[in-house]
């Protein structure tokens, strides 16, 4: 089983940073893709910022420039870098942990808010 555990949201002015942090543990692939994922009301979820086992990062366009993503191996933790945020910003941010092997291994967190206050 694996979980992920997500921390570091929040209520942030416009401009301001925040930094999110998520703790993978359990059965997980050394070879995976991690990343993070937002929903805003009413919006379909969709890819913030994905970072591999390699370190090669791949960010939405909505995002480069602001957010950077980085990972520690050996604590299997992702984190995301939030800076200049903006009131669009605000959703409900996701963890997702991906490997393939025969099939897509995919692993969510619960969330973690991020409202950007204008």
């Known amino acids: 089983q694996v979980q992920l555990v997500e921390s570091g949201g929040g209520l942030v002015q416009a401009g301001g940073s925040l930094r999110l942090s998520c703790a993978a543990s359990?059965?997980?692939?050394?070879?995976?893709?991690m990343g993070w994922y937002r929903q805003a009301p009413g919006k379909q979820r969709e890819l913030v910022a994905l970072i591999t086992s390699v370190g090669s990062t791949n960010y939405a366009d909505s995002v480069k420039g602001r957010f950077t993503i980085s990972k520690d191996n050996a604590k299997n933790t992702v984190y995301l870098q939030m800076n200049s945020l903006e009131p669009k910003d605000t959703a409900v941010y996701y963890c997702?942990?991906?490997?393939?092997?025969?099939?897509?291994?995919?692993?969510w967190g619960q969330g973690t808010t991020v409202t950007v206050s204008s």
């Open positions: 997702n942990v991906q490997w393939r092997i025969a099939t897509l291994h995919e692993f």
């Open positions: 359990g059965k997980i692939f050394s070879r995976n893709n």
